[in-house]
């Protein structure tokens, strides 16, 4: 059944009003009708399944049918810091980690960054990225669209740090702690119900200077490998991740 993402103003007591959009690809791409079904999430408190009344003028109004479970959530909460990789590869790494369950993103610069940055294009991306954050949380049915930060410097990454209860960087010299290493006494010591924050930091296609990897230690983050293999940049944050919701049970794992 198709999702979609409306403000808490339009959520209602016992309707919802879907616009923009949403409603141009209800009435347009879904052909929806009256009677038709859809659920739709305010991406905080409230979801619902809900009914189509109508459908004119840019707008559909749909009334509140049941009331629905915000449960698609991990309670490792999965953030993933990216250096700003080549081309459109940041839309696939914010593609393919909100439909495995990150809750936020942080594109950063570091030494070997290769991108230049352009803070006059930052707005229209930032808008893209969003956009392609609430597709892919429609897609896999998330309650909450992923946040995309403002990209940070080295620096302004580093002292983000304290706010979270695990960092991760990955790094591809690292020849003694695997990820795995690193999660499983973290999440051995939450309690069932207990919730965390972890950050997973990726660096760029050339990697982190070893002048970086020592300002990470220094930090209080960890630094662990993902295996024999070498991943790119945009593969290896969809990895750890992945490996992050395993460890915690939330793909069957533990």
Not at 26 to 39: A, E, H, N, Q, T
Not at 97 to 123: H, M, N, W
Not at 150 to 177: A, H, I, M, R, T
Not at 223 to 246: D, F, N, P
Request: hydrophobic share 35%; proline share 4%.
């Amino acid at each position: 059944m198709q999702r979609y993402f409306v403000s808490e103003e339009q959520f209602q007591e016992r309707s919802v009003v879907i616009t923009g959009d949403d409603a141009r690809h209800i009435s347009k791409v879904m052909r929806g009708k009256p009677g038709d079904k859809l659920i739709v999430s305010d991406g905080r408190t409230r979801e619902a399944l809900v009914e189509i009344e109508g459908i004119e003028a840019g707008e559909v109004t749909t009334n509140i049918v049941e009331p629905l479970e915000m449960d698609h959530e991990a309670r490792i909460r999965v953030t993933v810091a990216q250096s700003l990789p080549k081309g459109d590869k940041m839309e696939t790494v914010i593609q393919r980690c909100t439909e495995i369950g990150a809750v936020a993103f942080v594109p950063f610069l570091s030494e070997r960054t290769i991108v230049q940055y352009d803070a006059k294009k930052e707005s229209k991306r930032l808008e893209r990225w969003g956009k392609i954050a609430k597709e892919a949380a429609e897609q896999s049915h998330r309650n909450r669209i992923p946040s995309i930060e403002q990209p940070l410097s080295w620096k302004g990454l580093l002292s983000s740090f304290e706010g979270y209860d695990l960092v991760c960087y990955c790094y591809e010299k690292e020849n003694g702690k695997q990820l795995r290493d690193a999660l499983k006494p973290f999440v051995e010591k939450l309690a069932p119900d207990e919730t965390a924050n972890v950050l997973i930091v990726v660096g760029p296609e050339g990697g982190f200077s070893e002048k970086e990897t020592l300002e990470a230690d220094q930090a209080g983050a960890v630094s662990v490998g993902l295996g024999k293999r070498i991943l790119r940049a945009e593969t290896a944050g969809m990895a750890a991740l992945t490996c992050v919701l395993y460890e915690s049970g939330e793909m069957g794992g533990m």
